[in-house]
């Protein structure tokens, strides 16, 4: 089989591969919302971020959008440091070894 005709056959069954692969799906569901600790992280974060601005800023306006930035920057922290801990490999390393996978199986 030529990489040509491998390459079309990955494209017409790459979803339905990677659907059955429990590895990539665990990281693929490591990237969504994983429900209540979410929340608690973006509330902590607004609480810490708020008072922390009431000693810099007057201005009510401006202390609530700097809590609010600081909110969603807590929170990309916490869910970049979460991806690092749950999965050892990036969702496009994972596809590359599964292609090479189906690429064995079909070519034997």
Not at 16 to 42: C, H, M, T
Not at 83 to 88: A, P, T, V
Not at 102 to 107: E, R, T
């Amino acid at each position: 089989m030529t990489n040509e005709e491998f390459e079309k056959k990955w494209t017409e069954n790459r979803k339905e591969i990677l659907a059955n692969n429990e590895e990539y799906q665990r990281i693929v569901q490591s990237y969504k919302s994983s429900g209540w600790i979410d929340y608690i992280i973006f509330i902590a974060g607004f609480v810490i971020c708020e008072n922390y601005t009431k000693t810099i800023i007057n201005s009510v306006v401006l202390q609530y959008l700097l809590a609010l930035i600081g909110m969603i920057l807590i929170w990309l922290g916490y869910r970049l440091i979460k991806g690092l801990f749950d999965s050892k490999q990036t969702l496009e390393e994972l596809e590359e070894k599964i292609k090479q996978q189906y690429k064995d199986s079909v070519g034997n």
